[in-house]
T-cell receptor
Framework: GAVVSQHPSWVICKSGTSVKIECRSL??????MFWYRQFPKQSLMLMAT?????????EQGVEKDKFLINHASLTLSTLTVTSAHPEDSSFYIC???????????FGEGSWLTVV | TQLLEQSPQFLSIQEGENLTVYCNSS?????LQWYRQEPGEGPVLLVT?????EVKKLKRLTFQFGDARKDSSLHITAAQPGDTGLYLC????????????FGTGTQLKVEL
């Protein structure tokens, strides 16, 4: 079964609105989670590292004011795409590490379409 | 510049054929993972290699980590249509914490 769960699986929103994607670790605590973006038939590009109780660390070129990350608990990180535009349409994936196994698992991904 | 280069980028083969996917870098990784991803889903972990020269087998899949821990390969024997998908290598840089750097990806299609 899934160890990392994302919600929603897909979402359509209008340009200019904001949309929130949730990433939950199931049955384990994740002090660190990661958010990726993936365009069709391309690899995953790391957007940011989500740190529980502190600010997220963003990769170069990722607008922190546009992609808001909140990691308020040890099992939940959220990514909010603010003032979404059609070019933000993409597949967003989160991951978390199971400390005891030193293994990183990925969520099912969330399709965002901005119209 | 991509830190991890995969080759080939695309591969279309017939059922029963063998294939090898390469993952190369100029950087040293403390560990390297291989994932398989199907459209609309998250990547699924296939294997983790941590020791230089390590070879791991998973049924028809053989994974090798280079002696210098800069490269890796995935070999599939007698490919089946169910092997179709996007194969991704991902590495953890020494001192990079839990952050994964993904390879450029190899899209495999196995036809009947």
């Amino acid at each position: 079964g899934a160890v990392v769960s994302q919600h929603p699986s897909w979402v359509i929103c209008k340009s200019g609105t904001s949309v929130k994607i949730e990433c939950r670790s199931l049955d384990f605590q994740a002090t660190t989670m990661f958010w990726y973006r993936q365009f069709p038939k391309q690899s995953l590009m790391l957007m940011a590292t989500s740190n529980e109780g502190s600010k997220a660390t963003y990769e170069q070129g990722v607008e922190k004011d546009k992609f808001l990350i909140n990691h308020a608990s040890l099992t939940l990180s959220t990514l909010t795409v603010t003032s979404a535009h059609p070019e933000d349409s993409s597949f967003y994936i989160c991951s978390a590490r199971i400390p005891t196994l030193n293994t990183i698992y990925f969520g099912e991904g969330s399709w965002l379409t901005v119209v | 510049t991509q830190l991890l280069e995969q080759s080939p980028q695309f591969l279309s083969i017939q059922e029963g054929e063998n294939l090898t996917v390469y993952c190369n870098s100029s950087s040293v990784f403390s560990s390297l993972q291989w994932y398989r991803q199907e459209p609309g889903e998250g990547p699924v972990l296939l294997v983790t290699v941590v020791t230089g020269g390590e070879v791991k087998k998973l049924k028809r899949l053989t994974f090798q980590f280079g002696d210098a821990r800069k490269d890796s390969s995935l070999h599939i024997t007698a490919a089946q249509p169910g092997d179709t998908g996007l194969y991704l290598c991902a590495g953890s840089l020494t001192g990079g914490g839990n952050k994964l750097t993904f390879g450029t990806g190899t899209q495999l299609k196995v036809e009947l």
